[in-house]
């Protein structure tokens, strides 16, 4: 059995907040917040990184798919997705089963 | 060769978008009686009634100021707040905010100063001392202001979405506003598409004294329905004006303008150019969306506008702008965001460009929008002409139009002799006698003449509500004076035009941007509605006022002859290329019919029809039904 990397340990019980909706555009998106009524806009590895989550696939997948789409290291991405995690966390736009 | 991309580093991975959310409260219960409410005393300290106002944590958008007992709650831009400190000499401008301006002007002026202020902006003034509150947006309406009342509470807030998430609200969606909406009727300014939220109305005061509550309108170009007309002279200003209308925008921030090739985005970009020459100020960018179909398609005048203007441009075709999914889809996907069924279809396609500006820096968002409600005039003018038998003014009328739009000279004679010319003159008079003496041919006419189809308004409650709503709509309506002038009010009153605004300005705070619309200025509107309707159409062609300096200005653009694109065509073409995808996405219309808006089982084969026949004119029709099922989706709970 192989262990979990730190990116997918990251992602692991991280849902996004089924009170949040979003728009595409081009490389970014707009999130709307129905609760706290606000907008959201995510840059182009945000966003890409939203619609991963947002498509329920496993942690793994979404490391995968980042790691193919993007020129970046395992490590690298870790840390980013860290950042990016809380930012998200903290603005309640996802929900993370601890 | 790699095809991964770079981390997008240089921005910041989440933007909050600063947005008007704040929630003004005004009641005689303590705050601990509404759950939740967290609010800040404004005014009314020891009073029996207190105005309150809670803001998002750190959000900052409205300001207050309070002074023994009268308090200002202001957010928005108040461009005339300088010259208004510079004769209220005793307010150090350096530290006073624009509620503190409103406030100063309050105490010296009482409440008639307020036709005086000019910008984007919701305001709320309680003077306890008098007890009078004072709740208003700008004379054009450009900045939304909604209310709704809970118990002796009144909730007032620029956000529908705030008002209805209270928990102590219903967010219960008006079903009378949804049918009459696929009717094509309008009939109430101050309602929205939910039931315990009305809109205070551009333009207007809603005023609540002790005794008595009502709405009045505080900025008015004909006070008492009576315009006095300006001389050539007072015409000439109109250059002036509309200099100080685009300068009050661009005073926002750095700007992009949504360049078509038309006389009033132009007129917009020629001014703001030059503006921004002589004031030193960063050029605007010209946002140009670009359509495939020949009807439309603006491109030479687009690229020959920015470059002789030295304005940077970007230039997004249409279908990449709307995307793989289309317009359609991006716009049912838009209602999710709006509190009301999206009004400009387009939309989708000017958010890429907003984002496409935005990431240059653009602050602000400049449209022609008013141009055709302000620079050119009413059809309506046809029915004073025939009424005074002015028979060589209905013919220059004619030539004009016949010069401007691209209609065959026969549509037109016939829209000037009837549809708007001798129509509105005999339809009334002739209704209104059947009325007196037989009252049945009149419901009857409408039974046969008006049905409502077999598939809207299945109960009979819902329906009999509908024939109300228009029969008190009627009642309401003035049948004296001028037809033009009643059309020039209709510009600033109907329910449509301060729904439109009101959603650029809900894109806008969706964008992060501010969408702005110069030709709507309150001091150009003012000096357009009180010039002679002949004067605006000077050199036998509409907007004849911006027409001849375009023409001096780009001399090989063609604009002396310039008529009006019309989209429609391609526009329905749009609709009957996806409609039915659409339709096949949402399942049906099951929000509505679940709302009794629609009889969904007779519904099903009226839109197959409709469709099938493919008419230009119904297509709007097919496309309402998508949009308003598509929005009470988004917003039935």
């Known amino acids: ?98 | 060769m790699s095809n991964t991309l770079p981390l997008d580093q240089d921005r910041e991975n989440i933007v909050c978008q600063a947005s008007s959310r704040w929630l003004a409260v005004f009641t005689s219960a303590l705050p601990d009686d509404l759950p939740g409410f967290d609010g800040q005393l404004v005014a009314g300290e020891g009073r029996s009634r207190k105005l309150y106002l809670h803001q998002p944590p750190g959000s900052h958008a409205a300001v207050w100021a309070e002074r023994a007992g009268c308090g200002v709650i202001f957010e928005g831009a108040l461009y005339n707040a300088r010259e208004l400190q510079n004769e209220l000499a005793d307010i150090p401008s350096a530290s006073s905010n624009d509620a503190e301006v409103i406030l100063t002007a309050y105490e010296r002026w009482g409440e008639d100063f307020l036709k005086r202020l000019r910008g984007s902006f919701a305001l709320v003034i309680w003077d306890s001392t008098r007890e009078i509150l004072l709740c208003l947006r700008d004379p054009i309406g450009t900045h939304p202001l909604f209310y709704s009342e809970d118990r002796d509470a009144l909730l007032l807030s620029p956000s529908v979405q705030v008002l209805v998430s209270q928990p102590q609200l219903s967010a219960t969606v008006n079903r009378a506003a949804l049918a009459d909406y696929l009717l094509d009727r309008f009939p109430l300014m101050e309602e929205t598409f939910f039931d315990k939220v009305s809109r205070v109305p551009p333009g207007h005061v809603l005023r609540v004294s002790r005794d008595e509550r009502r709405t009045y309108r505080y900025w008015d170009p004909a006070p008492d329905g009576k315009v006095k007309w300006l001389t050539p002279d007072e015409v000439e200003r109109f250059d002036e004006l509309f200099d100080q209308a685009v300068t009050r925008c661009l005073s926002l921030g750095p700007a992009g303008i949504f360049l078509s090739g038309g006389l009033d985005s132009v007129s917009v970009a020629a001014v703001a150019a030059h503006r921004a020459n002589s004031d030193g100020l960063t050029k605007p960018w010209a946002l140009s969306l670009v359509f495939p179909d020949t009807d439309v398609n603006e491109e030479i005048t687009q690229r020959g506008v920015a470059t002789q203007l030295g304005l940077p441009q970007v230039m997004k075709r249409f279908y990449e702008a709307t995307g793989k999914n289309g317009l359609l889809a991006g716009a049912v996907e838009l209602n999710s965001f709006l509190p009301a069924p999206i009004n400009n279809t387009w939309l989708p396609a000017y958010h890429e460009l907003v984002r496409e500006g935005k990431s240059r820096g653009c602050k602000t968002i400049l449209t022609g929008s008013g141009g055709d409600e302000w620079l050119t005039v009413s059809p309506m003018l046809a029915a004073d002409l025939w009424r005074d038998w002015d028979i060589a003014g209905v013919y220059r009328l004619w030539r004009t139009s016949r010069r401007s739009f691209r209609r065959s000279s026969f549509a037109l004679m016939r829209a000037l002799i009837w549809t708007f010319g001798l129509g509105p003159l005999v339809i009334p008079p002739v209704h209104k006698f059947v009325k007196r003496v037989a009252p049945s041919a009149v419901r009857m006419r409408r039974r046969i003449f008006v049905p409502p189809p077999t598939w809207l308004a299945p109960d009979t409650e819902l329906r009999r509500k509908l024939q109300d709503r228009w029969e008190q709509k009627s009642e309401r309506e003035t049948h004296s004076g001028s037809f033009y002038l009643r059309e020039a009010k209709t510009a600033l009153d109907h329910p449509l035009v301060s729904w439109e605004i009101e959603e650029l300005f809900n894109f806008g705070q969706m964008a992060g941007v501010r969408v702005l619309h110069p030709i709507w200025d309150p001091d150009l509107v003012d000096l357009m509605y009180r010039t002679p309707p002949f004067m605006l159409l000077s050199d036998g062609r509409t907007k004849g006022l911006v027409r001849a300096s375009l023409a001096r200005r780009f001399p090989d653009l063609g604009f002396e002859q310039q008529r009006k694109l019309e989209a429609t065509r391609f526009y329905s073409s749009l609709i009957y290329r996806d409609a039915h995808n659409i339709r096949k996405q949402l399942g049906g219309s099951s929000a509505l019919a679940g709302l009794g808006v629609v009889d969904e089982r007779a519904l099903g084969p009226a839109f197959d029809r409709l469709l099938a026949r493919g008419k230009i004119g119904e297509a709007h029709l097919a496309w309402s039904i998508l949009n308003l099922e598509s929005w009470a989706r988004a917003h039935v709970g």
């Open chain 1, 1 to 98: 059995m192989t262990s979990k990397s730190d990116a997918q340990s990251l992602l692991s019980n991280v849902k996004p907040n089924p009170n949040v909706i979003f728009r595409r555009l081009d490389d970014q998106i707009v999130l709307f917040h129905l609760e706290s009524d606000r907008f959201y806009e995510l840059n182009s590895t945000a966003a890409r990184f939203w619609e991963l989550l947002n498509e329920a696939h496993d942690d793994a997948y979404v490391e995968e798919r980042m790691l193919a789409e993007f020129a970046v290291d395992r490590e690298q991405l870790s840390a980013e997705a860290e950042a990016l995690l809380q930012s998200l966390k903290q603005e309640n736009l996802i929900s993370v089963d601890e």
